[in-house]
């Protein structure tokens, strides 16, 4: 008998500190009525980027069994999304999830996480890249940073980059497989003032892009991109438009950021999730997000 509630398998890490990965896929999703099931890359103390000396569980082989289990069962779930991994194998594994264990028709979201503010994170490698590259062929939408965008095509993080050549980057990736790229932090310099920041998405069945600019917030808390990557899932998997989805991923995100800022919060414990939870059931209170010429 079918599920009446929608499953995602979520293939991410564990963070003790710092409400990333796991810690906060799983109150977002739960929250927007999916329900996750957990498929554990690694077990960290904390978060990676700003701290040292963090703990660090390789689970690649209890993630071969899990599929096993799944398989010998006959499980098939609605949605699969990925984040961090923990070595280029956990992509094999990724990729035959989605082969044996998704549904027709199923959503694949893939968060391609790599590095952060021009830089490869801690635990990432050049193979890693380079794997990645071969992982989101199997995607329906990706979630890259601007980061990860100049990694996943050999581009200069500190290059100039004009609207047309930004557009030009997610048509690139699309073109590698995902019918959808979402690109978050994306320096567009054509905008309101300086003091923004901007999410841009080409959603390549209507050969269109979406555009919505943010506020700059002086602020940096891990696991912001873990938590606008569920909730952009979550409206997917509830059958919302991209636009739409678009548009909750981003002010929920701003919203757990600004009223974490200012907060006598240590920035590597993430934003304040758990206050912010319960507006994910109301309905969005604007629309911002707009189509690009």
Same mark, same amino acid.
């Given at each position: 008998?079918?599920?009446?509630?929608?499953? $995602? $398998?979520?293939?991410?890490?564990?963070?003790?500190?710092?409400?990333? =990965?796991?810690?906060?896929?799983? *109150?977002? /999703?739960?929250?927007?009525?999916?329900? *996750?099931?957990?498929?554990?890359?690694?077990?960290?103390?904390?978060?990676?980027?700003?701290?040292?000396? +963090?703990?660090?569980?390789?689970?690649?082989?209890?993630?071969?069994?899990?599929?096993?289990?799944?398989?010998?069962?006959?499980?098939? +779930?609605?949605?699969? %999304?990925?984040?961090?991994?923990? @070595?280029?194998?956990?992509?094999?594994?990724?990729?035959? @999830?989605?082969?044996?264990?998704?549904?027709?028709?199923?959503?694949?979201?893939?968060?391609?996480?790599?590095?952060?503010?021009?830089?490869?994170?801690?635990?990432?490698?050049?193979?890693?890249?380079?794997?990645?590259?071969?992982?989101?062929?199997?995607?329906?939408?990706?979630?890259?940073?601007?980061?990860?965008?100049?990694?996943?095509?050999?581009?200069?993080?500190?290059?100039?980059?004009?609207?047309?050549?930004?557009?030009?980057? /997610?048509?690139?990736?699309?073109?590698?497989?995902?019918?959808?790229? $979402?690109?978050?932090?994306?320096?567009?310099?054509?905008?309101? =003032?300086?003091? %923004?920041? =901007?999410?841009?998405? %080409?959603?390549?069945?209507?050969?269109?892009?979406?555009?919505?600019? @943010?506020? %700059?917030?002086?602020?940096?808390?891990?696991?912001?991109?873990?938590? +606008?990557?569920?909730?952009?899932?979550?409206?997917?998997?509830?059958?919302?438009?991209? =636009?739409?989805?678009?548009?909750?991923?981003?002010?929920?995100?701003?919203?757990?950021?600004?009223?974490?800022?200012?907060?006598?919060?240590?920035?590597?414990?993430?934003?304040?999730?758990?206050?912010?939870?319960?507006?994910?059931?109301?309905?969005?209170?604007?629309?911002?997000?707009?189509?690009?010429?």
């Amino acid at each position: 008998m079918r599920n009446s509630i929608p499953r $995602v $398998v979520a293939i991410h890490d564990i963070s003790g500190i710092g409400r990333t =990965s796991l810690t906060a896929v799983i *109150p977002v /999703l739960s929250c927007m009525g999916i329900q *996750p099931i957990p498929l554990p890359t690694a077990v960290l103390s904390t978060q990676t980027v700003g701290t040292r000396n +963090f703990s660090f569980l390789d689970l690649t082989e209890n993630m071969e069994h899990m599929l096993s289990h799944w398989e010998e069962r006959g499980d098939t +779930f609605d949605g699969v %999304y990925s984040g961090f991994m923990a @070595c280029p194998k956990q992509m094999e594994s990724v990729t035959r @999830c989605i082969d044996n264990l998704l549904a027709p028709g199923g959503l694949t979201v893939i968060d391609p996480v790599l590095g952060d503010d021009g830089v490869l994170i801690p635990t990432m490698t050049p193979q890693m890249v380079e794997k990645m590259r071969w992982l989101i062929k199997k995607a329906t939408v990706i979630t890259p940073n601007f980061t990860e965008i100049c990694l996943l095509l050999n581009l200069d993080y500190h290059a100039r980059h004009t609207l047309n050549d930004l557009k030009g980057y /997610l048509k690139a990736l699309s073109d590698m497989g995902p019918a959808v790229v $979402v690109g978050t932090s994306m320096p567009i310099t054509e905008g309101p =003032s300086p003091e %923004y920041s =901007s999410v841009l998405a %080409y959603e390549r069945s209507i050969d269109k892009y979406w555009r919505v600019d @943010c506020d %700059y917030i002086p602020a940096h808390y891990p696991g912001t991109g873990d938590i +606008f990557a569920s909730v952009l899932t979550g409206c997917l998997m509830q059958g919302d438009s991209l =636009s739409l989805a678009i548009d909750k991923a981003v002010q929920f995100t701003t919203l757990g950021v600004r009223g974490t800022f200012g907060q006598d919060v240590p920035p590597v414990e993430g934003i304040l999730l758990e206050r912010y939870l319960p507006t994910l059931r109301q309905p969005i209170a604007f629309c911002q997000t707009r189509l690009v010429p």
